[in-house]
């Protein structure tokens, strides 16, 4: 056996990567074309993502593209939340290039979200491409390499999580970075610093989750790499420490590469109302047992897409695309062939390893694995919807299609070959057939959970038959491949095409949406434009949520440039309201000029009222009361007798003690400038005393008296605040935090580091060797 294996490593020897060939055009054609046919509606502008895309995406690209676009940096956001940090949330991708980009198709202050769906849309050809040239590096041939990438690229999971852009946008570099790691691994430097230079961008797409994911898949790669290459005492061997240094060396540029985006975001998520997370809040959007099934029937449990939501499966309707490991009928069907080929290949061993791996930890507290990642291994903890390590089931079910692939379509196969490979696609369609007709029958579904009502069990038992239908289609295809004359010619395109077909039978509608996000957001033009015009040149808050309902978007503010008090953003901050004893005494607090209303003409109906009781933005206060920890604050500012405009309540001692009893008549405070990252005042008081702004305390945020450095204070538990002496002081308040200066020098440094090390080979062989003798 072992010589058998070597024979069939030694005939599929390792390719190289050639852009330039024209079967190699041809095939990222097909990938290209496929791609951009799936998502076709959206790119002709009659259909748009939806869900997170609407409301956090768009938005988010649109503020971060018009900031850049106007030549400012968007650190600090004061449009969202009553103002918190914009680029230290990873998810706001301010420095992944290609989001970065769309700062240069920003017109009259506005993105236009066709752009953006372009750039997601790519990042599927990407994927696909890709692992098109991850397959070829394994020696696999065109064939079935284009089947790996349309495998990859059109697998459940990256269907159902298109409006996760930062999902899509993050594991299509996964093949890329993998093909780069493997030549590190095989003792080619510039492809440590290539590999470097792709895993440290891929984390400022912004999923960190699956990010951690990745590190960990590498880190098994690695140790599967070592320990296959190297046995015994060649562990301790020359080449099996060089191979470890190389992949030290790919992980440690790869993340100061990200230092500028990943130690602010780690500061945000230390704040955040995420900080901390039970192992229940982690069992969310976890795989249960009885959804395996949806590997050969994806929507048995219904389904939650832009048209609407069906699902009635374990958990909520997110659950569905959270949930999604349909991979396709023939990837399905060529992962399970592949097992005839684990003996033979060792990659196809580590795949089918990882795949099953992946599996038992995507089903959370209902297998084994999960419990003890959170547990023991570091960064498992912060992080729900395990079942999103389905992703590697997808990934790992591309490429051992692409090895089963080029066995049938390119091996030696001898007779007992084609008995084997057709015992198990009969074995699968009439596992198939059984699962169809189990489905007519009322036991099986109530053993699965499947409600009663008809019209339920009608979209069950048809989406079973039509599992049934696309398998038998995808087993006639194969069995043409396994026809003893020996597969058609081109047989892979057909593949190709069956699987296409089958996807979009699958998801080619789910994320069809009919709400056009730049129409949706100018819904609200004519609140946003009164709001503006009974304003004036003054800087205050909208409140535009109460219990009833919200009469604009949450994210409204990033779009129009007006300030909420609310948002839609994952890393909320945990001081994002101050404490009081009324509602109305919050908003005052926040500086709320309007407020959202329940109309009493219409009851039904909301509306923004102006208040007469709001405070300023700026003020001067002359009663201090220090309370050392949160428990004593929250009691205090709660309590009855709490007046915020007589007293203000810091953390910490003032370096100027206000002796009391200023006269409020006397003071003023005029903010004169207001830019996202840069606040100016001019402030009059008659005594000392502690300057109170409605504007968020936050880490970074520095302040500088006529020139002299001051410390900001955390006042009224969330609010900044300064002490100032009596006269009158021009007031400097920048955001400029300390773990994007530190994290940008850590960039800068690796990428000098990895320009130098891609750059030196290239100029030693430039450099002519000495001839002839020393004069």
Not at 402 to 417: K, N, P, S, V, W
Not at 460 to 467: L, V
């Amino acid at each position: 056996m072992a010589g058998r294996k070597k024979q069939r490593e030694t005939q599929r020897p390792e390719r190289a990567v050639a852009l330039h060939e024209p079967a190699t055009a041809l095939a990222l054609g097909v990938l290209l074309f496929a791609a951009l046919f799936f998502f076709r509606s959206h790119l002709l502008g009659t259909a748009f993502l939806w869900e997170d895309f609407l409301y956090h995406d768009y938005p988010s690209r649109t503020f971060a593209a018009v900031s850049l676009a106007g030549g400012e940096i968007p650190l600090w956001n004061p449009y969202t939340f009553s103002g918190m940090p914009f680029l230290a949330d990873i998810q706001k991708t301010v420095f992944y290039l290609p989001m970065t980009a769309l700062a240069l198709v920003v017109r009259d202050g506005r993105l236009d979200p066709w752009w953006v769906q372009l750039v997601i849309i790519l990042h599927y050809a990407l994927a696909g491409g890709g692992m098109f040239f991850l397959a070829r590096s394994y020696g696999l041939r065109r064939g079935p390499s284009v089947f790996a990438g349309a495998a990859f690229m059109l697998s459940g999971f990256m269907i159902t999580h298109a409006i996760h852009q930062y999902i899509v946008t993050l594991v299509a570099w996964y093949p890329v970075i993998l093909l780069c790691f493997r030549r590190a691994l095989a003792g080619e430097w510039r492809w440590v610093f290539l590999g470097a230079l792709v895993l440290g961008h891929s984390i400022l797409a912004g999923f960190p989750q699956l990010s951690l994911y990745f590190y960990y898949f590498l880190l098994a790669y690695f140790l599967f790499e070592l320990f296959s290459t190297h046995r015994g005492a060649a562990l301790l061997s020359r080449p099996a420490a060089g191979m470890a240094l190389r992949a030290a060396a790919v992980v440690a540029l790869s993340v100061m590469l990200a230092a500028v985006q990943l130690l602010p975001t780690m500061e945000l998520a230390e704040l955040s109302q995420r900080a901390q997370i039970t192992y229940q809040k982690a069992t969310e959007g976890q795989l249960s047992w009885i959804q395996l099934v949806t590997f050969f029937s994806p929507k048995a449990f219904g389904t939650a897409g832009a048209a609407g939501y069906e699902f009635y499966g374990p958990g909520t309707y997110w659950y569905y695309w959270e949930t999604c490991v349909y991979l396709g009928v023939l990837p399905l069907i060529l992962s399970l062939l592949s097992l005839r080929l684990f003996r033979r290949d060792r990659h196809v061993a580590f795949f089918l390893g990882y795949a099953l791996f992946a599996i038992v930890f995507a089903l959370g507290e209902n297998g084994v694995l999960h419990r003890i990642f959170y547990e023991v291994v570091p960064g498992f903890s912060t992080f729900r919807n395990a079942a999103r390590m389905g992703i590697f089931v997808a990934f790992a079910a591309s490429i051992l299609s692409a090895f089963t692939l080029q066995e049938l379509l390119h091996g030696t196969r001898t007779a007992r070959d084609l008995r084997g490979y057709r015992t198990i696609l009969a074995a699968a369609a009439g596992a198939g057939a059984l699962l169809w007709l189990l489905s007519l029958t009322g036991g099986f579904r109530s053993a699965l959970g499947v409600p009663a009502d008809p019209a339920v069990v009608s979209t069950f038992s048809a989406d079973a038959g039509t599992a049934f239908a696309m398998l038998l289609t995808a087993a006639g295809v194969l069995l043409l491949v396994l026809r003893p004359a020996g597969p058609p010619r081109f047989a892979w395109v057909a593949l190709v095409a069956v699987h296409l077909a089958d996807m979009l039978v699958f998801g080619g509608s789910q994320n069809n949406g009919t709400t056009d996000p730049e129409e949706y957001f100018a819904r609200s033009a004519g609140l946003v434009q009164a709001v503006r015009a009974q304003g004036g040149d003054e800087i205050f808050r909208v409140n535009t949520r109460i219990r009833e309902g919200m009469v604009m978007d949450r994210n409204q503010g990033m779009m129009d440039r007006i300030q909420l008090m609310e948002g839609y953003t994952p890393l909320v901050l945990q001081r994002v309201y101050p404490p009081g004893n009324s509602w109305d005494q919050v908003l005052d607090m926040m500086n709320a000029k309007f407020r959202t209303v329940v109309d009493p003409a219409n009851p039904r109906s909301l509306r923004l009222a102006a208040s007469d009781t709001y405070m300023p933005r700026a003020s001067m206060v002359y009663e201090v009361k220090v309370l050392g920890d949160s428990a004593s604050v929250h009691g205090f500012m709660t309590a009855p007798e709490f007046d915020p405009r007589a007293v203000v309540v810091l953390e910490e001692d003032p370096p100027v003690r206000p002796a009391g009893g200023g006269d409020e008549r006397a003071w003023q405070a005029r903010v004169t400038s207001y830019g996202l990252n840069r606040i100016t005042l001019e402030v009059t008081t008659p005594a000392d005393g502690i300057l109170l702004l409605s504007e968020i305390h936050y880490p970074g945020w520095r302040a500088a008296v006529d020139g002299v450095p001051q410390p900001v204070l955390r006042a009224n538990w969330n609010q900044r605040a300064v002490a100032l002496g009596a006269g009158s002081h021009a007031v400097v308040m920048t955001y400029e935090p300390e773990p994007f200066r530190r994290g940008g020098w850590i960039t800068l440094a690796a990428l000098v580091l990895c320009g130098a090390g891609l750059a030196f080979p290239r100029f030693r062989r430039r450099v002519p060797a000495p001839t002839g003798d020393a004069p």
